[in-house]
């Protein structure tokens, strides 16, 4: 079956740190890939999503690349903020009825 | 309205008993989801509509589940017999379309958190 793999947090950074979070991701035929977040006490967002191989997704700054030939789906930042702690879910689609999301993990950013 | 709302924000229950929780989806938007986000693992699929019909409940993880969805708007997910390992964070999400991979994707609401105790 689908699954999504990301990386275990806490992440904590200084504020304009660069940032990467890995996500790889396990499916049989070619899905659309997402990147999700939650700030604090709010829902789910959608930051960005790629849905073929070689397309960037981006984002207030946020980038990443659908890497077909090593199934990931990594986030990256150049320069963090304070206002950019929260939660990231990496997360796939193959059919209409559902995303299948990583665990999840969060960002703190401090001054 | 202008975005997904859930009812209740929060709610404490016995265990045993039943209880139902409410999403209401983004005027127009077809397709309506379910999720749960328990601590520590994620979001977890539970249902999908489409309009007033589930083609996928796959992510329903017992009978004590189910949900219903009237006038392709409002949806109820209901819960019965509670038991502890049903406390989490229920979401709820609606689309324009059936399909993710539209430039629309998901809009998320901000969740029931159930407890059990």
């Known amino acids: 079956g689908n699954s999504v793999t990301q990386m275990e947090g806490p992440v904590t950074l200084s504020e304009e740190a660069f940032l990467t979070i890995n996500c790889t991701y396990t499916?049989?035929?070619?899905?659309?890939l997402f990147w999700y977040v939650q700030y604090p006490g709010e829902g789910l967002q959608l930051l960005l999503k790629?849905?073929?191989?070689?397309d960037k997704g981006s984002n207030k700054g946020f980038e990443a690349t659908y890497r077909k030939e090593t199934t990931s789906f990594h986030l990256e930042k150049g320069s963090v903020q304070v206002s950019d702690s929260a939660v990231y879910f990496c997360?796939?689609?193959?059919?209409?009825?559902?995303?299948?999301f990583g665990t999840g993990t969060r960002l703190q950013v401090t001054l | 309205g202008a975005g997904v709302s859930q009812s209740p924000s929060n709610k404490v229950t016995e265990k045993g008993k039943d209880v139902e929780l409410r999403c209401d989806p983004i005027?127009?938007?077809?397709?309506l989801y379910w999720y749960r986000q328990s601590l520590g693992q994620g979001l977890e699929f539970l249902i999908y509509?489409?309009?007033?019909?589930?083609?996928?409940k796959s992510g329903l993880p017992s009978d004590r589940f189910s949900a219903e969805r009237t006038g392709g708007s409002v949806s109820t997910l209901t819960i019965q017999r509670t038991q502890q390992e049903d406390s989490a964070v229920y979401l709820c999400?609606?689309?324009?379309?059936?399909?993710?991979?539209?430039?629309?994707?998901?809009?998320f609401g901000s969740g029931t958190r159930l407890t059990v105790v």
């Open positions: 999400a609606s689309s324009l379309t059936w399909a993710p991979r539209t430039n629309y994707g998901y809009t």
């Open positions: 499916a049989t035929g070619y899905p659309s």
């Open positions: 790629a849905t073929k191989a070689d």
């Open positions: 997360a796939l689609s193959e059919t209409a009825s559902k995303l299948t």
């Open positions: 005027s127009g938007h077809t397709a």
């Open positions: 509509f489409q309009g007033n019909s589930a083609p996928d």
